[in-house]
Structures are given as C-alpha cells and as structure tokens.
C-alpha cells in the first residue's frame, strides 16, 4: 500500500478549478505540516501550500488568493482547491510531511503525484 496518494489532476481550461486529494496510509494527526508541493519536467520540486495542525496555512506569492490547502486529520487526508488556474500552474502536484518529507528505508518518499495541466 502507497504511503501517499494523489488524485484530482487533469486537463483543464486557464481560468478553471480543480481539487486535489492526498490521501495518506499513516495517521496524519501527529504530523505537525502537511504540504502541497509541484515539479514541472528538469526543474526542482517548488513548495506550494503548507498547512499546519491548528489549520494554519502558508502559501507561495504565485497562489496566493487562488489555492486553499486543507486538511481532515479524521481521514488522514490532505487536499488542495485551485482556482483561477494559468498555464504556468501546469506541474506534476506532490503531498509530503513539511519541513521533511516521509522517509522510508532511509531515503525521502514520494508519491506518484497527480498532473495537472492547464491550457490557454
């Protein structure tokens, strides 16, 4: 079983919305940040929302007021609503622990991660 899985990408229109879903297999209560991070192909993985455990949320300047990171400790799930979508939003959207992402066997884990693609 994946540690964390995400979902809810897809292809959508500048302008559009879309929610990801991350589900994780461990009790995310205990974990003070979660986080929201993205990677476009040959460029480093850039951290995009945290959100810690009393709900407080960070973002970077370029979402700010478009991305809304939050968390359902119940469900171990993490999730983040997109609006006003651009194209540079386009990247492959990641969910891992902050500052430290899961570790597993000694090396960093990562989950498949979740592409969304946004067209002009």
């Known amino acids: 079983q994946a540690l964390l899985v995400e979902s809810g990408g897809g292809l959508v229109q500048a302008g559009g919305s879309l929610r990801l879903s991350c589900a994780a297999s461990v009790n995310i209560f205990g974990i003070n940040a979660m986080a929201w991070y993205r990677q476009i192909p040959g460029k480093q993985r850039e951290l995009v929302a945290t959100i810690q455990s009393g709900d407080r949320s960070n973002y970077v300047d370029s979402v700010k007021g478009r991305f809304f990171i939050s968390r359902d400790n119940a469900k171990n799930a993490v999730y983040l609503q997109m609006y006003s979508l651009k194209p540079e939003d386009t990247a492959v959207y990641y969910c891992?622990?902050?500052?430290?992402?899961?570790?597993?066997?000694?090396?960093?884990?990562w989950g498949q991660g979740t592409q969304v693609t946004v067209s002009s």
């Open positions: 891992n622990a902050f500052p430290d992402p899961f570790r597993i066997n000694g090396r960093d884990y």
